[in-house]
């Protein structure tokens, strides 16, 4: 299975899971409980049938496109399912969480993914062994430098897509993110994927350095943004201080992981010729 389906499949159904979670935290009353075991029960259903979409000639962006014209379709069906239970019943009930969390969340998350997959590089697209993707130095550097990077876009966009978080800085870091992997990978192939040569070793710490200081620069602007001359002093010295007291922000922790897992590679001879 292709990484990209796997990912797709994987955060479907955790927006299910987070939908169910949400629907149980609500009390209904008697005929629309009834109406929210059906709808619960059409949701499973769209995310088994998304579960069972083969992808022909690796055409990810017609899945992606499938998927959410499924749900649209999905959703169609079920505000019909809510018409005839509301004439049945002589009741106004609505679609509630099944569309203003569910499909909302779902699209949402979909259309990131599809960003994602087109803006990825074809060694990543091409994967199809979760095992050769993921946070392991059993696999070369530059697949679990970009899992890792990868997690950290996928969780934000989750987050934002089923709790409605606000995209505040994220934007800039995910631009920031796929700019160096995007790099990495051009150095990946400069050396032909000779990751144990000394000349790549040194341009990859220096990239990594880069994406530390870049990450810390988007980090103080944003704490600039609201300041000012003598306050805007106060700002940066209060981010500095506040990063010693409860650290780094969870970027600034996935690129301080990446640079000592790169070091303990070079220096275990944990990077090779593939």
């Known amino acids: 299975m292709g990484i990209f389906k796997e990912i797709t499949e994987h955060y479907c159904q955790k927006i299910l899971d987070t939908y169910l979670e949400e629907t149980g935290k609500k009390l209904y009353p008697g005929y629309e409980a009834e109406l929210v075991v059906q709808r619960n029960d059409f949701a499973k259903c769209f995310i088994k049938e998304i579960k069972e979409i ?5 055409d990810y962006l017609h899945y992606f496109d499938q998927i959410i014209k499924d ?3 999905a959703l169609k069906k079920v505000k019909e399912a809510v018409a005839e239970h509301n004439r049945e019943l002589k009741k106004e009930f609505t679609t509630d969480l ?7 969340s779902l699209i949402n998350f979909i259309n990131a993914v599809r ?21 392991n130095r059993e696999i070369p550097w530059i697949n679990q430098f970009s899992y890792v990077l990868y997690q950290y876009i996928l969780n934000k966009e989750f987050d934002i897509a089923t709790k409605k978080v606000e995209r505040d800085i ?6 920031m993110i796929l700019k160096y992997i995007q790099n990495a990978f051009s150095l990946y192939h400069r050396f032909e994927k000779k ?4 000349e790549y070793q040194t ?3 220096l990239l990594l350095s880069s994406m530390a200081s870049e990450e810390k620069g988007i980090q103080r602007r944003k704490s ?3 300041s000012s001359g003598y306050m805007s002093y106060l700002s940066h010295s209060f981010y500095k201080a506040s990063e010693k007291i409860i650290g780094k922000n969870l970027l600034g922790q996935k690129i301080d992981f990446l640079v000592t897992e790169f070091d303990e590679r070079v220096a275990t001879s944990g990077l090779a010729y593939t």
Request: hydrophobic share 30%; aromatic share 12%.
């Open 224 to 226: 600039d943004e609201n």
């Open 170 to 175: 994220f934007n800039a870091k995910k631009e």
């Open 54 to 58: 083969e992808i022909k000639g690796d």
């Open 195 to 198: 990751e144990d040569n000394e």
């Open 203 to 205: 341009l990859m710490k």
């Open 71 to 73: 749900a649209n379709a």
């Open 115 to 135: 960003e994602l997959y087109k803006k990825s590089d074809t060694l990543v697209t091409e994967i199809n062994d979760s095992a050769e993707f993921c946070d």
């Open 98 to 104: 099944y569309e203003s969390f569910f499909t909302v």
